[in-house]
């Protein structure tokens, strides 16, 4: 008898910050998922080239295509990220530009996490980036942790019960939309 294989979650961190806030909250979310699921985080978003309409037809760069087929690949994708300047960093918003021209983001299910120091305005903005290029979510899979560095220790554990709360909810809400 075959083993049935593992639903795939893919997780992309806004920060290029290598073991960043978000990067500890994606680490933090792979091990308390049910072990039904297996995220891969995706860590090289500071490779990625600036978004071009005129290389996304014919000549799309070979990282941005093994980007969108990991989202095809996957029954759910989870964001988080920080907030710069009240805004999405630009390495996170220039990646979803290379998926705009794209369905890749249809109708997938997403997660999507704001851990920074306010984070209202990046999550509002990720909130319709995502609403516009129709990937599906709701109230229960978005979260804002704000402070967040005040909420992690230095190896990245939860020290702050609501946001460990929070976060578990999201988990379990993720996990029921996946599942649907």
Same mark, same amino acid.
């Given at each position: 008898m075959m083993?049935?294989?593992? =639903?795939? #979650?893919? &997780? !992309?961190?806004g920060s290029t910050r290598?073991?960043?806030?978000? +990067?500890?909250?994606?680490?933090?979310?792979?091990?308390?998922?049910?072990?039904?699921?297996?995220?891969?985080?995706f860590e090289d978003l500071e490779s990625i080239p600036h978004f071009n309409p005129d290389l996304d037809n014919e000549n799309v760069p070979e990282i941005i295509t093994v980007f969108?087929? =990991?989202? #095809?690949? &996957? !029954?759910?994708?989870?964001?988080?990220?920080?907030?710069?300047? +009240?805004?999405?960093?630009?390495?996170?918003?220039n990646v979803l530009e290379w998926c705009v021209s794209t369905t890749v983001f249809s109708n997938k299910k997403v997660g999507l996490i704001t851990a920074s120091?306010?984070?209202?305005?990046?999550q509002e903005q990720l909130s319709l980036i995502m609403k516009t290029i129709e990937a599906?979510?709701?109230?229960?899979?978005?979260?804002?942790?704000?402070?967040?560095r005040g909420?992690?220790?230095?190896?990245?554990?939860?020290i702050d019960e609501k946001t460990?709360?929070?976060l578990l909810a999201f988990i379990r809400s993720f996990e029921k939309q996946v599942e649907e």
């Open positions: 083993m049935d294989k593992k =639903k795939k #979650i893919f &997780a !992309v961190s290598k073991n960043s806030s978000n +990067f500890k909250i994606l680490k933090f979310i792979s091990e308390h998922i049910n072990d039904q699921f297996e995220i891969e985080i969108r087929n =990991k989202i #095809i690949a &996957a !029954v759910g994708v989870v964001i988080c990220t920080p907030e710069y300047v +009240f805004s999405l960093p630009g390495s996170l918003k120091a306010s984070g209202e305005k990046g599906k979510f709701d109230n229960d899979t978005q979260l804002l942790i704000q402070g967040i909420k992690l220790d230095l190896d990245g554990n939860i460990l709360v929070s």
